[in-house]
């Protein structure tokens, strides 16, 4: 009897050990981004993103809001001129894959969509008109981050403190969405935080 009861405290505390630092082997995936992209289906459109995703597993959360200026001005044009500026908030769900020091991931959702149109003759404004409706976001992004931790650097040359997962990605975006005014962008997409577990 007491060589069991032995035997099971050993099981016990040797599975807290093992659950305790399976518990704090990594860090959580969490990262910010920002794409830019002159390269969209709204001509002369000019495009600024910025997200938060979080990834659980392969799942992965994102909280996006996109604007996109559309400036076709002409001012020799005999008739008024029309500027848009389209908005976009909205929430994402996807999976996305981690290969050592790259990442592909895959996304849609749901979002409120916004477009201004401001009418102008000769440079002088005229109206402006708002109208809001729904729409359903998608992207498609490669990054590039760094595979391991390691201390940060001053100028990237001089390394201090101790070595960490934290720092910068690059990559490529395809971005989109499906609403009353559907577009599609490619672009380049920055990113800092977390990009995997480390």
């Not at 996006?64 to 076709?72: E, F, L, S, V």
């Not at 402006?128 to 992004?141: D, L, M, R, V, W």
């Not at 975006?173 to 990113?191: L, T």
Request: charged share 10%; hydrophobic share 40%.
């Amino acid at each position: 009897m007491k060589q069991t009861s032995l035997i099971t405290v050993f099981i016990f505390f040797s599975l807290c050990r093992l659950f305790a630092q399976d518990s704090v082997k990594t860090n959580p995936v969490i990262y910010a981004d920002m794409a830019f992209s002159s390269f969209t289906s709204v001509s002369n459109g000019l495009l600024f993103s910025g997200g938060f995703n979080y990834q659980t597993g392969k799942n992965q959360f994102t909280l996006k809001a996109t604007g996109i200026g559309h400036m076709d001005v002409a001012y020799f044009n005999a008739g008024p001129n029309v500027s848009y500026i389209y908005g976009e908030a909205g929430l994402l769900y996807g999976r996305r894959w981690i290969i050592g020091g790259h990442s592909f991931s895959f996304s849609a959702g749901l979002a409120l969509e916004g477009q201004n149109a401001d009418y102008s003759y000769r440079g002088s404004p005229i109206t402006q008109t708002h109208s809001n409706y729904i729409g359903f976001p998608f992207e498609a992004k490669v990054l590039w981050f760094r595979p391991r931790k390691r201390r940060s650097r001053i100028y990237g040359i001089i390394p201090y403190g101790k070595p960490t997962g934290f720092g910068g990605g690059v990559g490529l975006n395809v971005a989109g969405n499906v609403s009353a005014h559907s577009f599609i962008s490619f672009g380049v997409v920055f990113g800092l935080g977390w990009f995997k577990g480390y």
